[in-house]
């Protein structure tokens, strides 16, 4: 091969690097090159299950135990009227039938296990078990409805399950640090608990004897 050929072929080689030069140092000139701070700056906050319960768990403890209503004034006013009961004391709607009442009852634990405390308390009638859970049926999703927090506000499903979780987790903790080591020596002991309560609308009959269940948000045990 002669010279001649070999500087035509390496003619258009060269063009074709120096376009490619030039268009990496145009690359390099629009491009903005960031410290890890701007970075992190940048970067949406990561969505956190736990921190999300506590903050919410916090705000519901605040809210729904700031002026609650006697229990025994929120049922009987259930069982004459419940669209009346619940705008009388400002029941928050979760869903579709079913409110939510900010309650305080003050009465004798009636019996006693390690996952429920039954009540007796005055101005409800005695054949109505009233049910202060300490364990499983504490229920952390009621708490996130409350609080306001809803699916749209998690990254997903698992995300809006686990807020619930978390917040059954903080419930638990506080209901069993009230309660002690042996909740089943509470029994004929006199307690306070201001917290939650659900009321579900149907059309059955016998609603006015269904147990009433109060998600505990403040227990205290003896004679205040």
Not at 72 to 99: H, I, N, R, W
Not at 112 to 120: R, W
Not at 133 to 141: E, F, K, V
Request: glycine share 8%; no cysteine.
């Amino acid at each position: 091969m002669s010279a001649h050929t070999q500087r035509r072929k390496l003619i258009p080689r060269l063009i074709g690097a120096g376009a490619l030069l030039v268009l990496v140092i145009a690359m390099l000139l629009n491009t903005k090159f960031l410290t890890p701070e701007e970075v992190d700056a940048l970067t949406p906050d990561q969505f956190d299950p736990e921190e999300t319960a506590q903050e919410l768990y916090a705000s519901v403890q605040s809210e729904m135990t700031e002026d609650p209503a006697p229990l025994g004034d929120v049922t009987s006013a259930l069982d004459e009227d419940p669209e009346a009961a619940a705008e009388e004391f400002e029941a928050q709607t979760v869903s579709e039938g079913t409110v939510v009442f900010a309650v305080i009852a003050e009465g004798t634990v009636a019996e006693a296990t390690a996952d429920n405390l039954i009540l007796s308390v005055d101005g409800v009638s005695e054949g109505r078990q009233i049910v202060v859970p300490l364990s499983t049926a504490l229920d952390g999703n009621l708490i996130r409805d409350v609080s306001g927090f809803r699916f749209g506000d998690a990254p997903g499903q698992t995300g809006y399950q686990r807020v619930g979780t978390e917040i059954s987790t903080l419930l638990r903790g506080d209901a069993q640090e009230a309660a002690g080591e042996d909740p089943e020596s509470l029994a004929g002991e006199d307690i306070t608990v201001s917290g939650v309560m659900r009321y579900v609308a149907t059309d059955a009959e016998g609603d006015d004897e269904r147990p009433i269940i109060i998600q505990p948000l403040n227990l205290e045990v003896g004679s205040s």
